[in-house]
């Protein structure tokens, strides 16, 4: 470091290397360091996980990162009925119990619960191949599929996993979205709200919170949660 005068003030004036820029670019790249930048193909992908009450918005905010081509929507399993305009293989893969049960003898789930009185599950099929090809998967799972995720010993599941709980900004505004839901009777309604209400007692367990504020909000500071994630170097290859 040295110091210089210039009109009675003192500046600093970092001499580390000599300005040769051709020699510091290529010692640089004998390091190594170069190789961070390699393109997103050569890197593992994000597991978006992400949970939050029902009215919560978070399912509209994983279709969306799917639909704009960010990441690949893992459609989970479940046995609870088709609601309408649902289809098959699209919302969910819509099974009986026993189908269900049959996967699950066949350890077909990355993880799965009982969610409301039915059975929903992730397949490790929506997930661990796409990781694999550094496609990011965002899952919309309950929280007690997240603390599944969040124990499981596969350490590409373990290196992937980005975890974050979507919230209403207060328990009003919760009531009204869930209220707003034609779909659902006045008795799933207000299990929902119970169910919601015990969720978010599990917010605490996640690395990120988002609480809801605008639907265009909301979905910048989802995305760019992805966008982050992407540059850890240990996802690079
Ligand atoms: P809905 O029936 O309203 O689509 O979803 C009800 C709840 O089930 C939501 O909290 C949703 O996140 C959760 N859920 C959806 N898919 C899965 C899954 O594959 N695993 C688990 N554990 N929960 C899920």
Avoid at 5 to 12: D, I, N, R, Y
Avoid at 84 to 111: C, I, K, M, P, S
Avoid at 162 to 191: C, G, Q
Wanted: proline share 3%.
């Amino acid at each position: 470091m040295a110091l210089q005068e210039t009109g009675g003030h003192l500046h600093c004036r970092a001499i580390i290397n000599p300005p040769n820029p051709c020699r510091s670019v290529a010692a640089l790249a004998s390091t190594g360091i170069f190789s961070e930048a390699v393109p997103m193909s050569q890197r593992t992908g994000v597991l978006l996980l992400v949970s939050g009450p029902s009215g919560s918005g978070k399912t509209t905010l994983c279709r969306r990162l799917a639909r704009d081509g960010e990441a690949h929507y893992s459609i989970s399993c479940t046995t609870r009925p088709v609601r309408e305009g649902e289809v098959n293989a699209h919302d969910y893969y819509f099974l009986t119990r026993e189908q269900f049960e049959a996967d699950v003898e066949t350890e077909n789930f990355l993880e799965h619960a009982e969610v409301h009185g039915n059975l929903y599950g992730t397949l490790k099929s929506e997930v661990l191949e796409f990781l694999k090809r550094g496609e990011d998967v965002v899952v919309d799972i309950d929280v007690q599929g997240a603390a599944q995720v969040r124990s499981c010993d596969d350490p590409l599941i373990a290196a992937s996993l980005v975890d974050l709980f979507v919230m209403p900004a207060s328990e009003d505004e919760l009531r009204k979205r869930l209220a707003n839901r034609a779909t659902d009777t006045e008795e799933v309604i207000a299990l929902r709200l119970r169910n919601a209400l015990e969720e978010m007692r599990h917010a605490g367990s996640y690395t990120y919170r988002l609480i809801s504020g605008s639907k265009e909000d909301d979905y910048q500071r989802f995305k760019s949660l992805l966008v982050a994630e992407r540059l850890r170097v240990s996802r690079l290859a």
